[in-house]
T-cell receptor, first 115, second 112 residues
Framework: AQSVTQPDIHITVSEGASLELRCNYSYGATPYLFWYVQSPGQGLQLLLKYFSGDTLVQGIKGFEAEFKRSQSSFNLRKPSVHWSDAAEYFCAVGAVQAAGNKLTFGGGTRVLVKP | KAGVTQTPRYLIKTRGQQVTLSCSPISGHRSVSWYQQTPGQGLQFLFEYFSETQRNKGNFPGRFSGRQFSNSRSEMNVSTLELGDSALYLC???????????FGQGTRLTVV
């Protein structure tokens, strides 16, 4: 069965500092991997996705993620955090043939940005 | 292009009642999935409908059901509500490629 682990429940970062959120997955084959962001009381917004090819994926809002098969990881990074990045971030894995239809999510990492 | 629309946004129900939530997918999307989000269990997949047929199902009791109409709009129903059903219910739609899910704002259900 597929699973996703986000080891950090909370992360506090200063505005302008870099941010890295960890994600480890378990999947039987090559997965489709996603990062979503959720602001309080809102739905999920897709930041970026990895299907195949270049292991460094660029997303919206200045985010990027790197797929490392050997480590079963898909960590999210941002070089310089803005106060508006305070939110909860979810890593997810989907089946290759129908990734958008049934996602397995990690527990989420809540990011707090200090001024 | 309009996004995924969920109605209502907020709902308060009494234990034992039933509730119906609605989801209108992005135009042209035929797949609709439902997720439950709670502080304790996180985001959990409920079920997915494609062309009016349930194609995938998560590990939820039979009190949770859904359906999809010919215009791809979907409803989910929860019968005999329990306090533990209080959650944010999210709907997502996917297009032909099935490789990306677009989420609605969710319906916040509170069971008292």
């Amino acid at each position: 069965a597929q699973s996703v682990t986000q080891p950090d429940i909370h992360i506090t970062v200063s505005e302008g500092a870099s941010l890295e959120l960890r994600c480890n997955y378990s999947y039987g084959a090559t997965p489709y991997l996603f990062w979503y962001v959720q602001s309080p009381g809102q739905g999920l917004q897709l930041l970026l996705k990895y299907f195949s090819g270049d292991t460094l994926v660029q997303g919206i809002k200045g985010f990027e993620a790197e797929f490392k098969r050997s480590q079963s990881s898909f960590n999210l990074r941002k070089p310089s955090v803005h106060w508006s990045d305070a939110a909860e971030y979810f890593c997810a894995v989907g089946a290759v043939q129908a990734a958008g239809n049934k996602l397995t999510f990690g527990g989420g990492t809540r990011v707090l940005v200090k001024p | 292009k309009a996004g995924v629309t969920q109605t209502p946004r907020y709902l308060i129900k009494t234990r034992g009642q039933q509730v119906t939530l609605s989801c209108s997918p992005i135009s042209g999307h035929r797949s609709v999935s439902w997720y439950q989000q709670t502080p304790g269990q996180g985001l959990q997949f409920l079920f997915e409908y494609f062309s009016e047929t349930q194609r995938n199902k998560g590990n939820f009791p039979g009190r949770f059901s859904g359906r999809q109409f010919s215009n791809s709009r979907s409803e989910m129903n929860v019968s005999t509500l329990e306090l533990g059903d209080s959650a944010l219910y999210l709907c997502a739609s996917s297009g032909v490629s099935n490789t990306e899910a677009f989420f609605g704002q969710g319906t916040r259900l509170t069971v008292v």
